[in-house]
């Protein structure tokens, strides 16, 4: 059972317009969630994180938004520029002090010039 | 400063052979944990270890196995392989907490 769901496969956007990466979750124990993005040939690489006493972490061009209510969250990336092209996934954590991430299955974005 | 560094980066072994994969940690990290990454999937938690000590195990067959040393570099060890072994082992450090950094991942390839 996918607990972290991203369920668009892709997603492709005009550089210099705003990219909108939706993820749902379904566990309620999740608190802390996170964005990394993954270049082909390299190890996923972390981008933004958001607890979930938060709604709203912004860092420069991108912008993680948590609904709670919802088990939802996005992440804004504007404006895009081509370099953002990789996969992106959504990760979530339990409490605590452990480490174990629960993944979506990516997002590939493609940022055409 | 050197980031999490993985050995080897790809490896092809035959069903029914055993592999051992290796990992350093970022100096200082403690923590570390393993992900099998399979085509099309996200990253799935194998396990973690903290302090030499293992404090997670994700769902996946005996047949895997992990330990880390006094220094907090780590060895994940795949016994009996099978074809669905194939994917990319990633590795990840951490002081404290679920923010982890990645290796590049050992690419393995059972035939």
């Known amino acids: 059972d996918q607990q972290v769901k991203q369920n668009s496969p892709s997603l492709s956007v005009q550089e210099g317009r705003i990219s909108i990466l939706n993820c749902d979750y379904t566990n309620s124990m999740f608190d802390y969630f996170l964005w990394y993005k993954k270049y082909p040939a390299e190890g996923p690489t972390f981008l933004i994180s958001i607890s979930s006493i938060k709604d709203k972490n912004e860092d420069g061009r991108f912008t993680v938004f948590l609904n709670k209510s919802a088990k939802h969250l996005s992440l804004h990336i504007v404006p895009s520029q081509p370099g953002d092209s990789a996969v992106y996934f959504c990760?979530?954590?339990?409490?605590?002090?452990?480490?174990?991430?629960?993944f979506g299955k990516g997002i590939t974005l493609s940022v055409r010039p | 400063d050197a980031g999490v560094t993985q050995s080897p980066t790809h490896l092809i072994k035959t069903r029914g052979q055993q592999v051992t994969l290796r990992c350093s940690p970022i100096?200082?990290?403690?923590?570390v944990s393993w992900y099998q990454q399979v085509l099309g999937q996200g990253p799935q938690f194998i396990f973690q270890y903290y302090e030499k000590e293992e404090r997670g195990r994700g769902n996946f067959p005996d047949r895997f196995s992990a330990r880390q040393f006094p220094n907090y570099s780590s060895e994940l060890n795949v016994n009996a392989l099978l074809l669905g072994d194939s994917a990319l082992y990633l590795c990840?450090?951490?002081?404290?907490?679920?923010?982890?950094?990645f290796g590049s991942g050992t690419r393995l390839t059972v035939v």
């Open positions: 100096s200082g990290h403690k923590s």
């Open positions: 990760a979530a954590a339990g409490a605590g002090a452990n480490s174990k991430l629960t």
């Open positions: 990840a450090s951490s002081l404290v907490g679920p923010r982890v950094t």
